[in-house]
T-cell receptor, first 114, second 111 residues
């Protein structure tokens, strides 16, 4: 069964450093998403991406965040200058098209900022 | 403001003891309501999508129903392997592709 994959599974970084989280969505999906979940809290929407551009973003997704689809398979989330409060589980998700809202989630990357 | 509230926060059941989880939502025109299962340290796993009031969907011991204000996830004769956090989420017609999640219900099923 096709699945969303994410790398790395864990990332530890120093405050102020840049991190790139990587995702490989399901191959025939066209819509891509990033979410985060701070330990013990709700899953929070960050951004959605379609046709090589951001279609929607939340207030959390400020200038320190960016997304990119550098090739036909990868989808990345970059955090330019990490803060302690960026420590969270980051989930990538994908969906087939806009008429099917069902999103399939990856296993997540646990980011720890020290 | 679009909102999702789940209750109870936690639910402890004996194996075979059926129960229901509640998801109340406020949204400016519902595009879809979703139920996910999340195991510790893992990503949400899709269970159901419901689109309109009166709709019902079933999968094994789980059945999801939808009204204009809430959704229920009914668990019939649960087993220990059903222990997980169950998440409810909604998308609004005016919200683009933004999905709003509830805090979840942690279900513990004891053998």
């Amino acid at each position: 069964e096709p699945e969303v994959t994410q790398t790395p599974s864990h990332q530890v970084t120093q405050m102020g450093q840049e991190v790139i989280l990587r995702c490989v969505p399901i191959s025939n999906h066209l819509y891509f998403y990033w979410y985060r979940q701070i330990l013990g809290q709700k899953v929070e929407f960050l951004v959605s991406f379609y046709n090589n551009e951001i279609s929607e973003k939340s207030e959390i997704f400020d200038d320190q965040f960016s997304v990119e689809r550098p090739d036909g398979s990868n989808f990345t989330l970059k955090i330019r200058s990490t803060k302690l409060e960026d420590s969270a589980m980051y989930f990538c998700a994908s969906s087939e098209d806009w008429t099917l809202e069902t999103q399939y989630f990856g296993p997540g990357t646990r980011l720890l900022v020290l | 403001e679009d909102q999702v509230t789940q209750s109870p926060e936690a639910l402890r059941l004996q194996e075979g003891e059926s129960s229901s989880l509640n998801c109340s939502y406020t949204v400016s025109g519902l595009r879809g309501l979703f139920w996910y299962r999340q195991d510790p340290g893992k990503g949400p796993e899709f269970l159901f999508t419901l689109y309109s009031a009166g709709e019902e969907k079933e999968k094994e011991r789980l059945k999801a129903t939808l009204t204009k204000k809430e959704s229920f996830l009914h668990i019939t004769a649960p087993k220990p392997e059903d222990s997980a956090t169950y998440l409810c989420a909604v998308q609004a017609r005016t919200g683009g592709f933004k999905t709003i999640f509830g805090a979840g219900t942690r279900l513990f099923v004891k053998a």
